[in-house]
């Protein structure tokens, strides 16, 4: 079977999944030298298609450098990816091989992958739940573009796919628990809380909390601290601010009803006086 764009004539080579949806191939262009290979997305749903359409020309993430092709086969709309060998990082990565900080490494790189595939979320989250993240050999990280679209949810956002990304990634640094490292300790507070929402918070908590080959210094250390504690801080400093709030409010409503440091007046009064004795005698 043969897809026809104006600069593309994609050949199909391999056959990966059929759906009431979409179907997808891989397929050689045989326009271009040496015929690169492409991950084919066929979508034969017109009200999928129209989601699909609607996603890649409003949202910001319009998959830039990544939707390699976009058009119409008949009644069909053919979506072109790139094609890598397959390194699915649930067969290639191996924590007990790795260093903590090699680990961590492959976390940074897994986030920024998300990060800069620029593609709309509801397809970013498909690809995250279909395990299309792959390992390189030098643990750069890479994803695979399989899907059935019959799963896609349009109004998925980033909230979901950070989400998703932040327990691939538990799951990556879940072989250095025993380390008591902290990466994996804020990590795992933070996704049990559903506390990430964005990209940028998920790369943050785990660049800081990543294990340096340097001594780290007192100051770094102090940062990691309060990272670690942020919520616990902030309870902390809710309740203070509420009982400095009474006490000021307390003052204001003596000074108002009884006059000037009344509260001082108050308490210097009492000890005046003991039992039937004044101490001023």
């Known amino acids: 079977m043969i897809y026809e764009s104006d600069r593309m004539k994609l050949l199909t080579v391999s056959t990966r999944t059929i ?57 069909n709309q053919v979506l072109v990816f790139p094609y890598h060998r397959e390194r699915p990082l649930k067969d290639f990565y191996s924590g007990d091989a790795l260093t903590l900080a090699q680990c961590e490494e492959i976390c940074t790189n897994a986030i920024l992958a998300c990060i800069t595939s620029d593609l709309p979320y509801p397809i970013l989250y498909l690809l995250l739940n279909g395990g299309q993240l792959n390992l390189s050999s030098d643990r750069s990280v890479f994803f695979s573009y399989e899907m059935d679209l019959a799963d896609m949810d349009p109004e998925i956002g980033e909230s979901e796919c950070t989400d998703v990304c932040a327990r691939i990634l538990l799951e990556i640094l879940e072989p250095k628990s025993s380390q008591k490292a902290t990466s994996y300790y804020l990590l795992s507070k933070k996704t049990a809380n559903g506390s990430y929402d964005r990209f940028t918070d998920l790369y943050r908590d785990i660049t800081i909390a990543a294990t340096s080959t340097d001594k780290v210094s007192i100051f770094k250390r102090i940062r990691i601290w309060f990272r670690r504690y942020t919520d616990n801080i902030i309870g902390v400093l809710f309740w203070l601010s509420i009982i400095l709030g009474l006490i000021a409010l307390s003052l204001l409503i003596s000074r108002v009803f009884l006059g000037g440091n009344s509260w001082f007046r108050l308490l210097f009064n009492t000890f005046k006086t003991i039992g039937t004795e004044s101490l001023l005698q």
């Open 19 to 75: 759906g009431e949806v979409s179907d997808c191939y891989i397929c050689r262009d045989l326009n271009s030298p040496g015929g690169i290979m492409y991950t084919v997305i066929v979508v034969h749903e017109h009200e999928v298609v129209r989601h699909v359409l609607e996603m890649f020309k409003m949202s910001d993430r319009t998959g830039a450098g990544v939707l390699v092709d976009n058009f119409a086969d008949g009644e």
